[in-house]
């Protein structure tokens, strides 16, 4: 049974930091690309940040490039996000993604992953 689960979330200061945490079970974690991306109500599912299925190359949304660090354990499974310097616009429900079939041209596309936790809410007040 494929796991997803996303935590760390919470209200935080402009300016502040939070780090995300997504505990994975039930796929092959180290041959997958991971990823995280944010949704508002009424807004599409938008790409932050991910990890190659191979090769360990990270790629970054230009709005969070410089502020958030996509990392991974293979030990642990998990997959992290460290936000600092938040801002008011980075307020949104976090989900991170895996997919064993995503390839590097597709990775800023949500419908490319196959396995999605339920999301972690992040709220940046100014």
């Known amino acids: 049974q494929v796991q997803l689960t996303e935590s760390g979330g919470g209200l935080v200061q402009a300016g502040g930091s939070l780090r995300l945490s997504c505990a994975t079970s039930?796929?092959?974690?180290?041959?997958?690309?991971l990823a995280w991306f944010r949704q508002v109500p009424g807004k599409e599912r938008d790409f932050v940040a991910a990890?190659?299925?191979?090769?360990?190359?990270?790629y970054y949304a230009d709005s969070v490039k410089g502020r958030f660090t996509v990392s991974k354990d293979n030990a642990k499974n998990s997959i992290y996000l460290q936000m600092d310097n938040l801002k008011p616009e980075d307020t949104a429900g976090y989900f991170c993604?895996?997919?064993?079939?995503?390839?590097?041209?597709?990775?800023?596309?949500?419908?490319?992953?196959?396995?999605w936790g339920q999301g972690t809410q992040v709220t940046v007040s100014s």
């Open positions: 990890l190659s299925r191979t090769g360990g190359y990270t």
């Open positions: 039930g796929f092959n974690f180290r041959s997958s690309a």
């Open positions: 993604a895996a997919g064993p079939r995503t390839i590097t041209s597709s990775l800023r596309t949500a419908a490319q992953y196959d396995y």
